[in-house]
C-alpha cells in the first residue's frame, strides 16, 4: 500500500517539496538536478548544516504559515542597499556590518536593540570621520539567530543530546533540544518585532545627531592613547556643531540613519517561504545583462524579504550544494564567507555561480582567516578574483579566524589578534591596488567580558564577570568602539606603517 501523503492545503508546491526534504534522513535528493532556479531548487542537491525533525505535519503547518505572512523588509528597501553597495565596492562608502553571534529570542527587547544601534551609530561616524567617506550601516539583527555547528550532537553529562544550533531551532536548555518546527514562525515574529522597533526608534530620534553622545573613555588605561581618543571625539564633536551652525542640517540629515539588516542564510525551510516574486519597486542602474520590455513579468524578481543581506558560510559554501543553489536565484545582494579552505580557482567558480552577470557590489566576499593565515592567503584570492573580472566588495571578518579556548575551557578571542588581521588586511589590500571596503564584526551594546584585551585591559580571569554569549565571543561596547578608533587612525594618517604602530600600541596595554 502506497504511503499516505499527508498535504496542508495552503502549503504551496514548493513548501511541500521542502517539507519532504525536513523529515528526511541523509542526504537525500527529491529528485534530478534541473537547470532553472526555483526557491525550491535547492532541494535537488546535497545539504551541509540540514535539520532533521521529528514531525512533517508540525513542519507543513509551519512553512503554511510563513508562506501566507507579509514580508519583513520590500524590495524597495533592497534595492536601494544594492544601489549603496555598489559604491562601496567602487570605494566611494565603507561597510560597517555588526551584531550578535547568535541572537536569541530574548534580546527582542528595547535595551538591547537600543544599545546595538547606539554603538553602530558612533562607530560609524569614528569611521566616516577617519575614512572621509559615506559609511553603510547592516545589523546582524532580526533574524541571526541560526549558528552552524561542528557536530550536530554533543555529550552532556554522558548522554549525546542534539547540539544547540539557535533558537529558531531547538532551545538552549537541555529540556528543548529537539528541532520544533514551530520556532520557525516564532523566529519570524521575533524578527518582525526587533526590525519594527528599529525603525520606529530611528523614525523617533535615536540616531538623531543634535542629541549628545556618549563618548565615555574613562576605562582607557593609557594616558597618551586617552589623550588620541579625546582629540577624535573633539574632533567629531566640532564638526557636527559646524553643521548645526550653518544650517547644513536643514533638510533633516542629521535626524536619521539608514540601518539595514543581515543574517546567515542557512535554515533553507525559512528562507524559501519568505521568497517572493516581487516587482523591482524603484530599479537600479540597468545592466547589460538585464535588460528587459517595459511591463513585463521579468521586471519582477525572487526577494528573500525575511532581511535586506544574507551571506553564504564557510560550512556551507560548496559549489554543488543546496545554499549556493537558493543563493543564485537571489535579487537581494549576498556575502560569502571565504577562509583558509578556499582555493582560488573555488572562488572564482562560486562568483560565476551566483552573479553570472557581474553585476557590480552584488557580492561580498568576508575573509576570515585569522591573524597567523592573512597574509599568505588574502593575497592570492584577491588576484584570483581581479582576474575574474567580478568586482566585489571586500570586507574583513576579523573575529572567526581568531578563536581561541583558554585553560578553563572558556572560548575566547583577542583584541590584539583581531587588531592584527584587520591591520594585516588594510596594507595587503593597499599592495595589491584594491582596498577594503568594510568590517564584519561579533558585537555587543553591553559591557560583556567575552574578549581580552583592549584598553580594559581585561584578561583571561576576567571572563567570568559577565560572560553571557551562547555561541562565540563577542566584543563589547567599549572594545568595538576602540577598534573603529583604530581602523579610522589608520586611514586618517594615510601610512601604512601606522597600522603596525596601532597594533603596537595595543600589545602594550
Given at each position: 500500500?502506497?504511503?499516505?501523503?499527508?498535504?496542508?492545503?495552503?502549503?504551496?508546491?514548493?513548501?511541500?517539496?521542502?517539507?519532504?526534504?525536513?523529515?528526511?534522513?541523509?542526504?537525500?535528493?527529491?529528485?534530478?538536478?534541473?537547470?532553472?532556479?526555483?526557491?525550491?531548487?535547492?532541494?535537488?542537491?546535497?545539504?551541509?548544516?540540514?535539520?532533521?525533525?521529528?514531525?512533517?505535519?508540525?513542519?507543513?503547518?509551519?512553512?503554511?504559515?510563513?508562506?501566507?505572512?507579509?514580508?519583513?523588509?520590500?524590495?524597495?528597501?533592497?534595492?536601494?542597499?544594492?544601489?549603496?553597495?555598489?559604491?562601496?565596492?567602487?570605494?566611494?562608502?565603507?561597510?560597517?556590518?555588526?551584531?550578535?553571534?547568535?541572537?536569541?529570542?530574548?534580546?527582542?527587547?528595547?535595551?538591547?536593540?537600543?544599545?546595538?544601534?547606539?554603538?553602530?551609530?558612533?562607530?560609524?561616524?569614528?569611521?566616516?570621520?577617519?575614512?572621509?567617506?559615506?559609511?553603510?550601516?547592516?545589523?546582524?539583527?532580526?533574524?541571526?539567530?541560526?549558528?552552524?555547528?561542528?557536530?550536530?550532537?554533543?555529550?552532556?553529562?554522558?548522554?549525546?543530546?542534539?547540539s544547540f544550533r539557535g533558537d529558531n531551532i531547538n532551545g538552549f536548555d537541555l529540556s528543548e533540544r529537539r528541532p520544533d518546527p514551530a520556532r520557525l514562525v516564532s523566529a519570524y515574529f521575533h524578527s518582525a518585532?526587533?526590525?519594527?522597533?528599529?525603525?520606529?526608534?530611528?523614525?523617533?530620534?535615536?540616531?538623531?545627531?543634535?542629541?549628545?553622545?556618549?563618548?565615555?573613555?574613562?576605562?582607557?588605561?593609557?594616558?597618551?592613547?586617552?589623550?588620541?581618543?579625546?582629540?577624535?571625539?573633539?574632533?567629531?564633536?566640532?564638526?557636527?556643531?559646524?553643521?548645526?551652525?550653518?544650517?547644513?542640517?536643514?533638510?533633516?540629515?542629521?535626524?536619521?540613519?539608514?540601518?539595514?539588516?543581515?543574517?546567515?542564510?542557512?535554515?533553507?525551510?525559512?528562507?524559501?517561504?519568505?521568497?517572493?516574486?516581487?516587482?523591482?519597486?524603484?530599479?537600479?542602474?540597468?545592466?547589460?545583462?538585464?535588460?528587459?520590455?517595459?511591463?513585463?513579468?521579468?521586471?519582477?524578481?525572487?526577494?528573500?524579504?525575511?532581511?535586506?543581506?544574507?551571506?553564504?558560510?564557510?560550512?556551507?559554501?560548496?559549489?554543488?550544494?543546496?545554499?549556493?543553489?537558493?543563493?543564485?536565484?537571489?535579487?537581494?545582494?549576498?556575502?560569502?564567507?571565504?577562509?583558509?579552505?578556499?582555493?582560488?580557482?573555488?572562488?572564482?567558480?562560486?562568483?560565476?555561480?551566483?552573479?553570472?552577470?557581474?553585476?557590480?557590489?552584488?557580492?561580498?566576499?568576508?575573509?576570515?582567516?585569522?591573524?597567523?593565515?592573512?597574509?599568505?592567503?588574502?593575497?592570492?584570492?584577491?588576484?584570483?578574483?581581479?582576474?575574474?573580472?567580478?568586482?566585489?566588495?571586500?570586507?574583513?571578518?576579523?573575529?572567526?579566524?581568531?578563536?581561541?579556548?583558554?585553560?578553563?575551557?572558556?572560548?575566547?578571542?583577542?583584541?590584539?589578534?583581531?587588531?592584527?588581521?584587520?591591520?594585516?588586511?588594510?596594507?595587503?589590500?593597499?599592495?595589491?591596488?584594491?582596498?577594503?571596503?568594510?568590517?564584519?564584526?561579533?558585537?555587543?551594546?553591553?559591557?560583556?567580558?567575552?574578549?581580552?584585551?583592549?584598553?580594559?585591559?581585561?584578561?583571561?580571569?576576567?571572563?567570568?564577570?559577565?560572560?553571557?554569549?551562547?555561541?562565540?565571543?563577542?566584543?563589547?561596547?567599549?572594545?568595538?568602539?576602540?577598534?573603529?578608533?583604530?581602523?579610522?587612525?589608520?586611514?586618517?594618517?594615510?601610512?601604512?606603517?601606522?597600522?603596525?604602530?596601532?597594533?603596537?600600541?595595543?600589545?602594550?596595554?
Amino acid at each position: 500500500m502506497a504511503e499516505e501523503r499527508i498535504i496542508s492545503p495552503s502549503l504551496s508546491a514548493n513548501g511541500e517539496v521542502a517539507a519532504s526534504v525536513r523529515v528526511s534522513r541523509g542526504d537525500v535528493r527529491t529528485g534530478p538536478p534541473v537547470s532553472g532556479w526555483s526557491p525550491s531548487s535547492w532541494t535537488t542537491k546535497p545539504i551541509k548544516q540540514d535539520v532533521i525533525y521529528d514531525d512533517r505535519k508540525a513542519v507543513e503547518r509551519s512553512l503554511a504559515k510563513l508562506e501566507r505572512l507579509p514580508p519583513i523588509v520590500t524590495p524597495h528597501e533592497i534595492v536601494k542597499l544594492k544601489k549603496i553597495l555598489r559604491d562601496v565596492a567602487l570605494g566611494k562608502a565603507f561597510l560597517l556590518q555588526g551584531g550578535d553571534c547568535a541572537e536569541l529570542f530574548d534580546y527582542c527587547e528595547a535595551d538591547a536593540i537600543d544599545s546595538k544601534i547606539k554603538l553602530l551609530l558612533q562607530m560609524s561616524l569614528v569611521l566616516i570621520w577617519g575614512i572621509n567617506k559615506p559609511v553603510v550601516r547592516i545589523a546582524r539583527m532580526a533574524g541571526q539567530f541560526a549558528k552552524p555547528r561542528s557536530s550536530p550532537t554533543e555529550i552532556v553529562d554522558g548522554k549525546e543530546i542534539p547540539s544547540f544550533r539557535g533558537d529558531n531551532i531547538n532551545g538552549f536548555d537541555l529540556s528543548e533540544r529537539r528541532p520544533d518546527p514551530a520556532r520557525l514562525v516564532s523566529a519570524y515574529f521575533h524578527s518582525a518585532a526587533t526590525l519594527n522597533y528599529i525603525r520606529a526608534q530611528l523614525s523617533s530620534g535615536i540616531a538623531d545627531l543634535h542629541a549628545p553622545l556618549n563618548w565615555e573613555l574613562g576605562h582607557v588605561q593609557s594616558a597618551s592613547i586617552k589623550a588620541k581618543y579625546q582629540r577624535i571625539v573633539a574632533s567629531i564633536t566640532d564638526s557636527l556643531r559646524f553643521m548645526r551652525t550653518i544650517g547644513a542640517d536643514t533638510a533633516g540629515q542629521l535626524e536619521t540613519v539608514d540601518l539595514y539588516t543581515s543574517h546567515e542564510g542557512l535554515l533553507l525551510e525559512y528562507e524559501q517561504s519568505l521568497t517572493r516574486r516581487l516587482p523591482h519597486s524603484c530599479s537600479p542602474a540597468p545592466h547589460p545583462d538585464r535588460k528587459t520590455p517595459s511591463g513585463s513579468e521579468t521586471e519582477k524578481g525572487w526577494y528573500n524579504t525575511s532581511t535586506h543581506f544574507l551571506w553564504i558560510g564557510d560550512r556551507t559554501r560548496q559549489l554543488d550544494g543546496a545554499h549556493v543553489e537558493y543563493f543564485r536565484g537571489l535579487e537581494n545582494p549576498i556575502g560569502i564567507k571565504v577562509g583558509p579552505s578556499m582555493k582560488e580557482d573555488e572562488l572564482v567558480q562560486l562568483l560565476d555561480i551566483v552573479n553570472p552577470s557581474k553585476e557590480i557590489g552584488k557580492v561580498t566576499l568576508i575573509t576570515r582567516y585569522g591573524e597567523g593565515k592573512v597574509d599568505t592567503l588574502l593575497g592570492a584570492h584577491i588576484e584570483a578574483v581581479k582576474k575574474s573580472g567580478h568586482t566585489v566588495i571586500w570586507q574583513c571578518d576579523p573575529m572567526h579566524g581568531n578563536t581561541v579556548t583558554t585553560n578553563s575551557q572558556v572560548k575566547t578571542r583577542h583584541f590584539s589578534s583581531i587588531l592584527a588581521e584587520l591591520s594585516s588586511t588594510l596594507r595587503i589590500h593597499q599592495r595589491h591596488g584594491t582596498f577594503l571596503g568594510g568590517v564584519h564584526l561579533e558585537l555587543t551594546g553591553d559591557a560583556v567580558t567575552e574578549c581580552v584585551g583592549g584598553s580594559e585591559g581585561l584578561t583571561d580571569q576576567d571572563l567570568q564577570v559577565n560572560y553571557t554569549t551562547y555561541c562565540d565571543p563577542r566584543l563589547n561596547e567599549k572594545q568595538a568602539l576602540e577598534l573603529a578608533f583604530l581602523v579610522a587612525g589608520f586611514w586618517r594618517r594615510g601610512e601604512e606603517g601606522e597600522a603596525g604602530e596601532a597594533e603596537g600600541e595595543e600589545e602594550e596595554r
